[in-house]
């Protein structure tokens, strides 16, 4: 009985660390493609690749799978991955639409807030803030720091992932979280163009105090505001 305890204990070990090899890979491959190291069409060798981080194919494999669903990477029968091209203006604005209809409705869900998420959201207000600070004094340096910049973005989308998880309803959540890895495909052409830190900083603030307040409209009306704004501020730099 103890052998058959420890062997079950031995694979789930075993499958906790495939698990966590395959995200860092995951992550190293992300950093490459946001980075702007691989040009769009350039094809992505699974075993070029898994030299270069020391790893088997496998986990590389996984990690194009789940890249291939933030559209970050295409896959061709028989050809294997390629970069995507970043997304076009049309559709940014669509997926903006999209984002404004499922975070205003998610907000209004999660109203009233309880403490915990009250809670949740001003470690993530102040997390978001820290990394945008780290940003901003990069940018007035004149330094372009990749790896800076896609911390501050996670932050970001970790401080509307609270909101969601307070919403109340799975479905959206998925839906926000399948919405989310196409945010990835904005960000690639966002990185090196960081410049409404600040804004967003004050607007994560204001969404806080909405919903601390007992305003039961505020909430739902200050995140529309927020995510309007954002993609304001992304399409003029998109067109710029």
């Given amino acids: 009985m103890a052998t058959a305890r420890d062997g079950s204990l031995n694979g789930l070990d075993a499958t906790i660390e495939r698990r966590g090899l395959r995200d860092h890979v995951y992550e ?41 669903r933030t559209g970050l990477v295409t896959r061709e029968a028989l050809k294997g991955y390629r970069v995507a091209p970043p997304l076009g203006l049309a559709q940014l604005r669509e997926l ?5 209809m499922l975070e205003a409705r998610a907000a209004r869900m999660a109203t009233p807030a ?43 989308a970790a401080f509307h992932r609270v909101v969601f998880a307070h919403c109340g309803n799975r479905y959206l959540t998925e839906m926000s979280e399948t919405l989310g890895a196409q945010l ?19 607007e994560h603030e204001a ?28 399409l003029d730099l998109e067109q710029d």
């Fill in 207 to 234: 969404i806080v105090d909405a919903f601390a307040s007992d305003d039961a409209d505020a909430p739902e009306r200050l995140m529309q505001h927020h995510v309007e704004q954002v993609r304001a501020r992304s």
């Fill in 96 to 100: 903006f639409d999209a984002r404004i």
């Fill in 28 to 68: 190293r491959i992300l950093r490459l493609l946001l980075s702007g190291e691989a040009a769009p069409g350039e094809r992505l060798s699974i075993d070029t690749i898994a030299r270069q981080l020391d790893v088997s194919p496998t986990p590389v494999r996984e990690a194009m799978v789940q890249l291939e």
């Fill in 114 to 156: 309880t403490p915990q998420m009250l809670e949740e959201l001003r470690v993530a207000e102040e997390a978001h803030r820290h990394m945008g600070e780290r940003v901003i004094t990069a940018l007035r340096a004149g330094a372009t720091d990749v790896e800076l910049t896609a911390a501050y973005f996670a932050a970001d």
């Fill in 184 to 202: 990835h495909r904005m960000r690639q052409s966002m990185l090196h163009g960081v410049t409404d830190v600040r804004e967003a900083i004050a």
